[in-house]
């Protein structure tokens, strides 16, 4: 079955950090542009952080930038999200995707979902729940 399988949430204190995982399952992250969303309870959905899985390329959010960094181990056909320095407002469904590249100019448009519905993206994970107490 080809699918995105994330892991990783949970609750945790202001302050403190998380790392969320997304394993491709199935198929091979290679090739793909991987995103990271999130959509919290009467919000859109928020693009936070791309990468590009072939050279590591990546993007963040103004949200995230300097908390959140986003890495991949090819090997293992994964890719994570480390989030420190977690608010409460980072409270929210956190969700990967998976897209070719050629739909988009460069990884970032995946994220700002500016040139594709992200309904149109190959593959999502079920989410996984964050849940920051202050």
């Known amino acids: 079955q080809v699918r995105l399988v994330e892991s990783g949430g949970g609750l945790v204190q202001a302050g403190g950090s998380l790392r969320l995982s997304c394993a491709g399952s199935?198929?091979?992250?290679?090739?793909?542009?991987i995103g990271w969303f999130r959509q919290a309870p009467g919000k859109e959905r928020e693009g936070i952080s791309c990468l590009n899985f072939d050279d590591g390329t990546t993007y963040y959010a103004r949200s995230v930038r300097g908390r959140f960094t986003i890495t991949r181990d090819n090997a293992k056909n994964t890719v994570y999200l480390q989030m420190n320095n977690l608010k409460s407002e980072d409270t929210a469904v956190y969700y990967c995707?998976?897209?070719?590249?050629?739909?988009?100019?460069?990884?970032?448009?995946?994220?700002?979902?500016?040139?594709?519905?992200?309904?149109?993206?190959?593959?999502w994970g079920q989410g996984t729940q964050v849940t920051v107490s202050s």
């Open positions: 199935g198929f091979s992250l290679d090739g793909y542009f």
């Open positions: 995707a998976a897209d070719r590249p050629s739909p988009f100019t460069s990884v970032q448009a995946m994220c700002v979902v500016s040139e594709r519905p992200t309904n149109e993206y190959d593959h």
